[in-house]
């Protein structure tokens, strides 16, 4: 008779850590095409920042292709978040959320989310003093929602230029050129929840008594 099992049980352990990281690297395609979406940048413009081509970002961003550790790396930089987000590793055993600043365009994002794809949500701060006080309008796929805690915050949608105040909020089609910057030279501060395929946040009221 033979006793033990130790072999089997090493075995079950191997396809298990292999299962996770299969299911960390397949969640990577639809993050990356979504933290490009939210950034409004091509395929082109990050080839030309990462040096990988069209057609490799392409093939990562529909899951064709898996990703190397070459290739994550300077993907991580460009998007301006490090590599346990951009596969989403599981926590370490500490039950904390730690959320990290990511500074662009002279706004500082604060991600609220983790999960890849749908609605995500930021809470965005843009510094007293600013140099961000001249409009850029952009354009890019998606749907935003914003919502003003602090602060003036003047948005240029189209051909409308707004001034927003505390507890005012706006949401746009992000198709339509838009820019946002300080209307005073203090801070402000909003949350956003921005859908990179057109999704709206759908709010439920609390029906009449």
């Known amino acids: 008779m ?13 396809r298990g850590v292999t299962d996770d ?9 639809p993050r ?18 990462t040096g990988i081509s069209v057609s490799t970002l392409s093939r990562l961003e529909s899951g064709a292709r898996r990703p190397a550790l070459e290739q994550l790396l300077p993907l ?10 951009l596969v989403d590793a599981p926590p370490t055993g500490d039950p904390r959320i730690h959320l990290r ?7 500082i994002m604060l991600p609220l989310t983790r999960r890849a794809g749908g609605i995500q949500a ?10 961000r006080r001249e409009p850029d309008p952009q354009t890019h796929e998606g749907y935003e929602w914003l919502y003003v805690l602090n ?6 949608l189209g051909e409308r230029d707004l001034v927003l105040s505390p507890g005012e909020a706006a949401e746009f089609d992000t198709r339509l050129p838009h820019w946002f910057g300080a209307a005073d030279p ?18 439920r009221a609390r029906p009449k008594a």
């Open 186 to 203: 203090g801070p402000v501060e909003f949350l956003s929840l921005f859908g990179s395929q057109g999704e709206r946040a759908h709010l």
């Open 76 to 85: 991580a930089r460009a998007h301006g978040v490090t590599l346990d987000d």
């Open 151 to 156: 602060g003036r915050l003047r948005m240029v």
């Open 101 to 107: 600043p990511v500074t662009r365009h002279g706004m």
């Open 122 to 131: 930021y809470k965005l701060v843009i510094p007293a003093g600013s140099v």
């Open 2 to 14: 033979i006793v033990g099992g130790g072999a089997p049980r090493r075995v079950w352990q191997a």
């Open 32 to 49: 990356l095409r979504a933290l490009r979406r939210q950034r409004g940048t091509t395929l082109a413009e990050l080839s030309a920042e």
């Open 21 to 29: 990281l299969d299911r960390a690297l397949a969640g990577v395609g």
